[in-house]
């Protein structure tokens, strides 16, 4: 029984085609929810590195001193969780794939605004002897 039920799946498989298609030639399908790659704003990104914190691949690496933001694309799994935790809109996610590439590259944008840093607090007991 199980011969029979085997060969139909076969016949049917010739017949029919190929269930994949035959990417690039034929475009691939996309939806809402297709997690193409992600593009990045240096004009709209604060620096706060929440972005490269949430990668859980570690594709993402900010720089403050140098104000570099740059991504490796061979890492990145294009999961989302950067999009999802920037609280500025700084990283989108597209719908469309990337061509391949044969070479590595990473991506650096150098971004025009960086956070401050915040002043050390000087203790209560110094600032008090300091003014006396």
């Known amino acids: ?66 104000k570099v933001w740059e991504i490796n694309r061979m890492r990145c ?10 609280p500025f809109g700084s990283i989108t996610m597209e719908r469309d794939y990337l061509p391949p590439v044969v070479e590595f590259v990473v991506e650096r944008h150098t971004i025009t605004y960086v956070k401050p840093e915040k002043p050390e607090k000087i203790p209560k007991e110094e600032s008090a002897g300091e003014s006396a």
């Open 1 to 66: 029984m199980g011969f029979f039920a085997m060969t139909k799946t076969v016949l049917r498989n010739l017949a029919e085609g190929p269930a994949t298609r035959q990417y690039p030639a034929v475009p691939a399908r996309t939806s809402a929810l297709t997690r193409g790659h992600i593009t990045f704003d240096p004009a709209t990104c604060r620096s706060c590195g929440l972005c490269s914190r949430r990668c859980p691949c570690e594709a993402i690496r900010l720089d403050k001193e140098e």
């Open 77 to 86: 799994i294009a999961c989302g969780d950067c999009v999802e935790g920037c």
